[in-house]
């Protein structure tokens, strides 16, 4: 879903290129963006049923950024398009949370059988107990029966080895039962953070940052920067066991050494800002990718400014 987010942001500014005259604005990379979220956010059906108020006052906000953004009105178009972005993320979290609580829901049926299992399990185990008890006393009493005796052993045997077997069972439902929670975990995390663009990886969840402003060929993060942060910062305070790699992305204007030290400072601003909010530096890995892993072209501005993002993944 990421990917054909990122193609339709590409495609449609370039679509919005070719329809343009020479005096019309160059095309919003942001405002693209939170056009094409739109259009996913209104496809999903989560989102849809949970957040659809929001969303249609994100489509009449991001309409008014567009008309103000073509007409050049800078201050009218900055308000319209953080409102859309709000109402957009507002209506994100509200179909994230609601697949989460259906996914809980389901998680606690499952932990419920799982708990009677257990304990039929357990019940199990001690009729097993009891028989393999009367098996011994059978055997005192009866030592003339040897028939019966050997009878009574025999069933002692079955008995343990289905206490064993039923052991096996209560092992298997236990490893599921710490799967489920940790998918349950997984997903709780991304409900939490539903305000970011999101990636799962094999390190973990990434979140792709393209809106934090830098000044060109400067580390020094924007105006905007620390109200785009701050979600991620009051997350981290509310999970102290939890460590972070930042990743800094550039295009591919200028060198490649440049480039890749230019990421790194720009991964290390962040780093430092989420430091000044009380996250310890020790959990945060900050590293430079320069123009390595471009996920659009470079050969347009609106595909060189996707390419340049950072991404903070929150490490399995």
Request: glycine share 6%; proline share 2%.
């Given at each position: 879903m990421?990917?054909?987010l990122?193609?339709?942001?590409?495609m449609?500014?370039?679509?919005f290129?070719?329809?343009?005259?020479?005096?019309?604005?160059?095309?919003?990379?942001?405002l693209?963006a939170?056009?094409?979220?739109?259009?996913?956010?209104?496809?999903?059906?989560?989102?849809?049923?949970?957040g659809?108020?929001p969303?249609e006052?994100a489509e009449?906000a991001l309409?008014?950024?567009?008309?103000?953004?073509?007409g050049r009105?800078t201050?009218?178009?900055?308000?319209?398009?953080?409102?859309?972005?709000g109402y957009?993320?507002?209506a994100?979290?509200?179909?994230?949370?609601?697949?989460?609580?259906?996914?809980?829901?389901?998680?606690?049926?499952?932990?419920?059988?799982i708990?009677?299992?257990?304990?039929?399990l357990?019940?199990?185990?001690?009729e097993?107990?009891?028989?393999?008890?009367q098996a011994?006393?059978?055997?005192?009493?009866?030592?003339?029966?040897?028939?019966?005796?050997?009878t009574?052993g025999?069933?002692?045997?079955?008995?343990?080895?289905?206490?064993?077997?039923?052991a096996?069972?209560?092992d298997?439902?236990?490893?599921?039962?710490?799967?489920a929670?940790a998918?349950?975990?997984?997903?709780a995390?991304?409900?939490?953070?539903?305000?970011?663009e999101?990636?799962k990886?094999?390190?973990?969840?990434?979140?792709i940052?393209?809106?934090?402003?830098?000044?060109?060929?400067?580390?020094?993060?924007?105006?905007?920067?620390?109200?785009?942060?701050a979600?991620?910062?009051?997350?981290?305070?509310?999970q102290?066991?939890?460590k972070i790699?930042?990743?800094?992305?550039?295009?591919?204007?200028?060198?490649?050494?440049a480039?890749?030290?230019?990421?790194a400072?720009?991964a290390q601003?962040?780093?430092?800002?989420?430091?000044?909010?009380?996250?310890?530096m020790?959990?945060?890995?900050?590293?430079?990718?320069?123009?390595?892993?471009?996920?659009?072209?470079?050969?347009?501005?609106?595909?060189?400014?996707i390419?340049?993002?950072?991404e903070?993944?929150?490490?399995?």
């Open positions: 990421k990917y054909a990122k193609s339709a942001a590409a449609a500014a370039f679509s290129i070719l329809a343009g005259c020479a005096s019309a604005p160059e095309p919003s990379p942001r693209l939170a056009e094409a979220s739109l259009r996913v956010a209104k496809s999903d059906a989560d989102t849809m049923e949970s659809r108020a969303l006052k009449i309409r008014d950024a567009r008309e103000s953004y073509m009105e201050d009218n178009y900055e308000h319209s398009i953080r409102m859309g972005e957009m993320q507002l994100e979290a509200r179909g994230g949370q609601l697949e989460a609580n259906r996914k809980i829901a389901s998680l606690n049926t499952e932990r419920a059988d708990v009677s299992e257990a304990r039929r357990e019940v199990a185990r001690a097993a107990a009891t028989a393999t008890a011994a006393t059978a055997n005192a009493q009866a030592a003339t029966a040897t028939a019966r005796a050997a009574v025999a069933e002692a045997r079955a008995n343990q080895s289905a206490t064993v077997a039923a096996a069972l209560a298997t439902a236990a490893a599921r039962a710490d799967q929670a998918e349950a975990r997984t997903d995390l991304r409900a939490e953070l539903a305000g970011y999101q990636q990886t094999a390190l973990g969840v990434t979140l940052l393209r809106d934090l402003q830098f000044t060109s060929g400067s580390a020094v993060l924007g105006a905007g920067a620390q109200g785009r942060l979600p991620l910062a009051a997350f981290l305070a509310k102290p066991d939890a790699q930042i990743a800094g992305h550039t295009d591919s204007q200028g060198g490649d050494a480039n890749m030290d230019l990421s400072r720009r601003s962040v780093a430092a800002y989420l430091g000044s909010t009380g996250v310890d020790s959990r945060i890995n900050a590293i430079g990718m320069g123009e390595t892993a471009p996920t659009s072209t470079n050969d347009t501005a609106a595909g060189r400014a390419n340049r993002r950072v903070v993944t929150i490490l399995d």
